[in-house]
């Protein structure tokens, strides 16, 4: 009887062992951008069909979300993308009022309620990219049955009478997070993410109330009814976790460091060298100028000078040019910015951690 305690413990920790822990996300370096973040999960209903995040037959109408509320709240998202150490340097916008306008504007890419001025700001503050959280799109709640977990159920509970703690549900939220990244010049969209929240396996506790429960003495945990209210709150609770966490992952991902290099203006990283720390810039049009911006690169003298090695340095490699120089040694302590602009008025800039590697 005792290893049958210690096979259930271990399978409760293992059902208990979800994806939502941001240590793994936090161990990989950040992305090297200052960015701001803005907008909103602001609610998306969805028509003619219950949602996850409002249910009208269950929920008191004060309860429900509408278009001027956020299903997801603001803080929450500025504390995965910190916790996850997703970018080196993480600002939330902390006007409510100017984050709901600013959705419209971005996509329209109008100047109405001073966005011109906004962005401007944005860049003599240091920041690279704008993060804008477009909407949460609600979804339904989908059933997809009895998972395979039913044996450990049936076992558990014919065994030891606790089969009610064993996932052996699964059911699926198609509510969707829309995140976008954009250039602080004109607003302009650089890429977009739609995360998703995937499977959710529940367990007899999570998706039934106490008549669920006390049906559960008598047949096994997997043949008990749903009860709907038990199994909304559920998945909407762990829905938003999802979302959020994917939003980190999918955001730190290798895939989307190359694609939003790819769509920069120009790529800008660091490398070891025996001399040093370089700066290396690739573009596909002709740079016309270089910044250092930092408490450690206050000397003109010195910026100059890395100025004239790094545009001497340009080098046509088949369709893109390449440019590098030496970082001078900064100093004082820090993050700094890179920034170059290219001939034709294109802008990118990386904001890198104190030592650069």
């Known amino acids: 009887m005792k290893s049958w305690h210690c096979c259930f413990a271990l399978l409760v920790l293992a059902s208990c062992a979800g994806t939502d ?32 995040f ?12 509408d278009a001027n509320r956020e299903a997801i709240p603001f803080s929450a998202i500025l504390d995965v ?32 309620g001073g966005l011109s001025g906004f962005l401007q700001q944005a860049r003599e503050d240091g920041f690279d990219l704008l993060v804008l959280v477009e909407e ?36 699926e939220s198609r509510a969707t997070l829309r995140v976008s990244l954009r250039e602080l010049q ?19 506790t999570e998706r039934t109330g106490f008549l669920g429960l006390a049906a559960s003495i008598i047949v096994p945990p997997f043949w008990v009814y749903d009860d709907r209210e038990a199994v909304a709150e559920s998945v909407r609770a ?11 992952s999918k955001l730190k991902s290798e895939v989307f460091r190359r694609r939003i290099d790819n769509l920069a203006a120009a790529d800008i990283q660091l490398q070891s060298s025996p001399e040093g720390v370089r700066v290396v810039v690739q573009s ?20 100059d000078r890395f100025a004239s090695e790094f545009m001497n340095s340009r ?16 100093t004082a302590g820090g993050s700094f910015q890179i920034m170059v602009g290219t001939l034709r008025g294109g802008v990118a800039s990386a904001t890198f951690a104190e030592g650069g590697l």
């Open 21 to 52: 822990d941001l240590r793994g996300i936090a161990a990989k370096p950040p992305l090297d951008r200052s960015v701001l973040v803005t907008g909103g999960a602001f609610f998306s209903p969805l028509a003619g069909s219950e949602g996850t």
């Open 136 to 171: 949460l799109r609600d979804g339904p709640i989908e059933s997809q049955g009895t998972n395979n977990r039913w044996p450990v159920t049936f076992a558990t509970w014919f065994l030891l009478g606790v089969g009610a703690l064993i996932p052996d549900r699964t059911f």
């Open 284 to 303: 596909s049009e002709s740079l016309s100028v270089v910044r250092l911006k930092g408490p450690g690169y206050t000397d003109e003298v010195v910026s």
């Open 81 to 112: 993308l910190n916790r996850g150490r997703v970018f080196q340097h993480v600002v939330g916008d902390t006007d409510a009022t100017r984050r709901r306008q600013l959705r419209q504007q971005l996509r329209l890419r109008s100047n109405e």
């Open 238 to 248: 762990t829905t938003e976790r999802r979302l959020l966490l994917s939003l980190a």
């Open 54 to 65: 409002a249910l009208p037959d269950l929920d008191s109408p004060e309860r429900l979300p």
């Open 186 to 204: 004109s607003g302009r969209e650089i890429a977009n993410l739609e995360v998703e929240s995937g499977p959710i396996e529940l367990a007899l």
């Open 315 to 330: 080098d046509l490699q088949g369709t893109r040019f390449r440019y590098e120089a030496l970082l001078p040694k900064p």
